[in-house]
């Protein structure tokens, strides 16, 4: 006979598996220090990458103004400026990648937490059936 109670509980689960838990789940197997520390070494490299291609773009821009003017140019002035804006850009940005990553991380933990309540509501149910049919014994069979 089927308990309508589990049904329920594993009907919740499944869609929870279906929705929201394709976002969630996977996060929630990490450390937060891990998650965390995995999307700042992703943002570095994008911003890297970003910042380059900013680079790149501007110089291509102004490549007339620099081919005639490089000559005049303080240039060690100049590396210190696109060093420093760099750095700038870095902080900026990792610093809003963690706080955007601790908030996902927490709002994670915080909906498969009532998943986990879920599953152990499942599993308390089924060993209290287990054992209800512990007791009995199977035809032609014996007891230990």
Known sequence: ????????????????????GKKYL?????????????????????VTIGYGLILAGLAAYFAEYLMSNIHKMN?????????LGYVVLLIFYSFLTYIQYSVRYHRAKKS??????????????????EK?????????????
């Open 132 to 144: 209800k049919t512990a007791g009995r014994t199977k035809a032609g069979g014996y007891r230990k």
């Open 1 to 20: 006979m089927l308990n309508e109670e589990k049904v329920k509980i594993m009907t919740e689960l499944a869609m929870y598996e279906k929705g929201e």
């Open 112 to 129: 498969v937490k009532n998943y986990y309540i879920g599953l152990t509501k499942l599993e308390k149910m089924y060993d209290r059936e």
């Open 75 to 83: 240039l060690i002035n100049l590396g210190i400026y696109v060093i």
């Open 26 to 46: 996977p996060v929630s197997r990490y450390y937060r220090s891990d998650y965390i520390g995995l999307a700042l070494i992703k943002n570095f490299f994008l």
